[in-house]
């Protein structure tokens, strides 16, 4: 059976990958910064017959707990870096406090990479390793210059930055780590916390995309950006 570790998987997008990825029967890592989040979130699963899911204990942004999450399973093939923040809005970039930047960047950006390479031992070991960093429309650059870029922009300068950069992580380490298979996706605009909930899809239906990145094989894509109906421009 496969491994997969989901982080701030206890509501939203997150919790929903878990579910589906349970419900296709990998043993999941459920990731969560609060024990009680997380033993809620396994309760509520597990009433739903799914008993192949595990709680672990993960904040991306503390390295720390970062390396007592990794030393504490035995095995992963799969690594789903799910958790972020969107901050304090708006995020008009003139005038950003410069603080709540870095706190943003801390958990979308660096939290990814010290995850991530906290977790590599373990990956390095399985058949096929799999990583799927979830990104945003807003981590385009493309869409972030196009007309039709989202309404409510002003609110996400920063945190679409945050998403560029994560974006060139994916494209960095899936040039590094040839027999992984790397890639950004974005669930799409969901209704979740991180917008008040304002998000036009449900929060099963953006963990599809996420799920099709998670779950592929040998002859599957690495160093791209997807989302739903297909490949995104960066
Ligand atoms: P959400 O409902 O706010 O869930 C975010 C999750 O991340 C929560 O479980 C949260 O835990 C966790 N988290 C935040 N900081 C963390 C940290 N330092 N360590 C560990 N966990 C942490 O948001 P969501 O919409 O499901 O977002 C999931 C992913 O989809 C994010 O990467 C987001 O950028 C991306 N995305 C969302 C949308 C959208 O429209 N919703 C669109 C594009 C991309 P707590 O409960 O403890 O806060």
Redesign the pocket.
Same mark, same amino acid.
Request: hydrophobic share 25%; glycine share 16%.
């Given at each position: 059976m496969k491994h997969v570790l989901i &982080?701030? @998987?206890? #509501?939203?997008?997150?919790?929903e990958v878990a579910k589906q990825m349970a419900q296709l029967g990998y043993h999941v890592y459920l990731?969560?910064? /609060?024990e009680q989040?997380g033993a809620a979130a396994i309760n509520q699963l597990k009433s739903e017959g799914l008993s192949n899911i595990e709680f672990l204990k993960? /904040?991306? !942004? /503390?390295l720390h !707990?970062v390396q007592q999450a990794a030393a504490s399973i035995p095995s992963l093939d799969i690594l789903i870096?799910? @958790? @972020?923040?969107?901050g304090k809005q708006p995020q008009n970039i003139s005038a950003c406090d410069i603080e709540e930047v870095k706190r943003i960047f801390? &958990?979308?950006y660096f939290?990814v990479i010290q995850t991530t390479q906290a977790f590599l031992p373990l990956l390095k070991k399985a058949a096929l390793p799999v990583i799927v960093n979830? !990104?945003?429309?807003?981590g385009s650059l493309t869409m972030q210059t196009s007309k039709d870029r989202y309404s409510n922009w002003d609110n996400y300068h920063v *945190?679409g930055a945050t #998403?560029i950069a994560l974006n060139t992580f994916t494209i960095s380490l899936s040039q590094e780590l040839r027999n992984f298979k790397i890639n950004s996706v974005?669930?799409? *605009? &969901? @209704? &979740? /916390?991180?917008?008040n909930f304002a998000?036009l #899809?449900t929060?099963a239906q953006?963990a599809e995309p996420i799920v099709q990145l998670a779950t592929i094989g040998e002859d599957g894509p690495t160093g791209q950006f997807f989302r739903q109906e297909g490949e995104l421009p960066w």
């Open positions: &982080t701030g @998987a206890n #509501k939203g997008i997150g919790f990731g969560c910064r /609060d989040n993960i /904040d991306v !942004s /503390d !707990s870096n799910n @958790a @972020a923040i969107s801390n &958990t979308n939290g979830v !990104s945003s429309e807003l *945190y #998403k974005t669930p799409g *605009y &969901t @209704a &979740t /916390d991180l917008n998000g #899809k929060a953006g």
